[in-house]
């Protein structure tokens, strides 16, 4: 049976000392996790494993919208309507994929991941 990542703490859960088999590996750390928001575009390059790299976006004011009729147009968010991941990013208007988000053109739900992909794609909601 192979062991978890949490199996290398050095306490066990009743106090007692663990001495682990090995060190965690730098691909096991986590990050902090990235919540993009609505304001002027700024976005954030990290490397990650296998030397490849990945564009996270910090703020974005422009989203990708696609009206249906295969057309893709840039348009301007407006503000975060609802956000079903959690209600506290709802609240705090951070962009997830699945969010729905107002803009000039009308409601649209969030596609893309924005906090891994570096864009924020969406497609318009018929009303």
Known sequence: MRKSVENLATSKITGGRRRPLRIRRKYEIDRFPNEPVTAAQVTVTRRVRGSNSKTALKTIDFVNLSTGD?????????KVLENATNNDYQRRGI??????????DGK????????QSGTVSAVLIKS
């Open 108 to 115: 649209c739900r969030v596609v893309s991941r924005p906090g």
């Open 95 to 104: 962009i997830t994929k699945g969010a729905i988000l107002e803009t000039e």
């Open 70 to 78: 295969s057309k893709v147009k840039k348009t301007k968010i407006l």
